[in-house]
């Protein structure tokens, strides 16, 4: 089977790491991929938004599978794309269609969803330009911490969390009144604050039966103790502590059944992974937000721990029969960590030399904002640049093995936080 996988970070190295373990797969395709998914195969650079290139790719190398890793070619529809074309209908596409994609596309539509189908999750209202008034006077109705969240996509910089109603307001009017994030912000959610712990669980469906991946929890704060500016993530460890199994029937009867019931409902065909970012409230999951796809660098965690083959996952959940397929997990502790530019997540310089990466043993090194030069020099070319993910037979000694090997590798400013799982 020839696959085009589509995106170029951490999550997309690790499930090229993954897909090549698989006696299924013939040729792997990475676009536009980074210094790291060119060992596993053959890095090209497509314009996804281009579908006639796509398309005369897809058909000139045979490509039977596409896995779309980010969320933007989800909710802008290119899974719609490829099978509604004559020619490339016959591919199978992992990864949900447009309108499936709006769970993550559109926090206010996602809420409406939960709404509807009685999923647990934070009272919240929406509000635009023209009600900003509004919202203002829900502000100052309701207890801080005040949440605000931008309805659309916004790289992960979308959800501010402030304790002073003036800022709260001040960073509510930038939102909306200023466009600070653009179409994104074109309508702003305020939401109830629940205090709990966080994790994020995984689930691969067909749209009628699903397969749970391992549960991981991930930290987006820059700074130790979670202090500073969010990010992309810093990393993530896997299995949860937290995650019992009373806690998980609780997840599966009250947000992933109902999800997938509601999803049935609304003739919304669903294929592809669904993450339901969580916080555990009093022993009760509520949902925080759906993403459409894996996150990162959740992904550096929990696809080292599936032990059954990726692809023949992929293609059950293509061929709607998901239900055949038995999942293995390993029951081994996995810890991931983030090397990041210095400055991230504000301003940073890419092309700074990396070395060391030959000196790595202990751990897998994916590569996320990674590219290589003339000289075959691996370089820096993102905020987050790699991630190193361990097992061990506890958590402390997945992260003992991670850490010891962060040290190994250099580069200009880099940096990553030495407190990853301080919380479980």
Same mark, same amino acid.
């Given at each position: ?263 049935? %409902? ?15 409230? %009093?022993? %009760? ?140």
């Amino acid at each position: 089977m020839n696959v085009l996988l589509i995106g170029s970070g951490g999550r997309e190295h690790t499930l090229a790491w993954k897909l090549t373990q698989s006696s299924k797969l013939s040729k792997l395709f990475i676009s536009p991929g980074n210094a790291g998914t060119s060992m596993h195969g053959k890095n090209v650079s497509l314009d996804w938004r281009n579908f006639k290139e796509l398309k005369a790719f897809l058909l000139l190398e045979e490509i039977s599978m596409v896995v779309i890793g980010p969320e933007d070619p989800l909710v802008e529809g290119l899974h719609d794309q490829i099978i509604s074309d004559k020619q490339t209908q016959h591919i199978f596409v992992i990864g949900p269609k447009k309108l499936a994609a709006k769970l993550e596309g559109s926090k206010d539509f996602a809420k409406e969803f939960m709404q509807k189908y009685a999923i647990p999750t934070a009272i919240y209202k929406s509000f635009t330009k023209e009600t900003m008034d509004q919202g203002i006077r829900f502000l100052e109705d309701i207890k801080s911490p005040y949440v605000l969240k931008a309805d659309g996509l916004a790289a992960g910089k979308g959800v501010v969390i402030l304790d002073d109603l003036d800022q709260a307001i001040a960073e509510f009017s930038a939102m909306l009144k200023d466009e600070k994030f653009g179409e994104a912000s074109k309508t702003v959610l305020i939401e109830e604050f629940l205090s709990g712990i966080e994790c994020s669980v995984f689930a691969l469906t067909d749209g009628k039966t699903y397969k749970l991946f391992p549960v991981a929890k991930d930290y987006k704060r820059v700074g130790e103790g979670d202090t500073g500016l969010n990010t992309g993530g810093m990393g993530s460890v896997s299995p949860v502590s937290f995650a019992d199994e009373t806690f998980m029937k609780k997840v599966e009867t009250r947000i992933i059944q109902p999800t997938l019931n509601g999803l049935i %409902n609304e003739k919304i065909d669903y294929s592809g992974f669904l993450f339901f970012g969580l916080i555990k409230v %009093n022993g %009760n999951p509520f949902v925080i937000e759906y993403n459409v796809r894996l996150g990162d660098p959740e992904t550096e965690s929990i696809i080292p721990r599936l032990e059954t083959d990726l692809l023949e996952l992929f293609q059950a959940t293509a061929e709607k029969r998901l239900d055949e397929i038995p999942i293995q997990i390993s029951n081994q502790f996995v810890s991931s960590i983030i090397l990041v530019s210095g400055g991230y997540p504000g301003d940073y310089e890419k092309n700074k030399l990396i070395s060391g990466l030959n000196l790595v043993k202990e751990c897998l090194v994916f590569h996320a904002g990674t590219k290589q030069n003339e000289n075959q020099e691996i370089l820096t070319n993102g905020g987050r640049v790699l991630a190193l993910t361990a097992f061990g037979s506890s958590k402390q000694e997945a992260l003992a093995k991670v850490y010891a090997e962060a040290e190994k590798i250099h580069f200009e400013g880099k940096y990553f936080r030495k407190d990853i799982g301080f919380d479980l």
